[in-house]
């Protein structure tokens, strides 16, 4: 369960995922927000490539949605490399 996970990241990415958009939202270990944004759920590549120069960090994400996140972790799958050179939802499904 997440409620035990105690490890530290350097930067840390919310996200609120609805059917035809997300928030993201990136802050750093101090609380400095570095992006605060809406995506279209239709055009994920977008999203993808502002989460990129935080990826090659120490970057975590956490997805908020009741049911409709699958593509997003399958769109992590196809990153080669995925971010963090992980995929973030390993071990979900």
Not at 8 to 23: K, P, S, T
Not at 50 to 56: A, D, H, V
Request: aromatic share 12%.
């Amino acid at each position: 369960m997440m409620r035990f996970y105690q490890q530290q990241h350097q930067f840390y990415c919310g996200i609120d995922l609805h059917a035809n958009c997300m928030h993201a939202c990136i802050v750093d270990q101090n609380g400095k927000k570095h992006l605060h944004k809406n995506f279209n759920t239709k055009r994920p590549r977008l999203f993808l490539a502002e989460l990129r120069p935080y990826s090659q960090q120490d970057l975590i994400v956490g997805c908020e949605s009741t049911f409709n996140w699958d593509w997003l972790a399958d769109l992590f799958d196809e990153e080669s490399p995925p971010p963090g050179g992980r995929n973030i939802f390993a071990g979900v499904r």
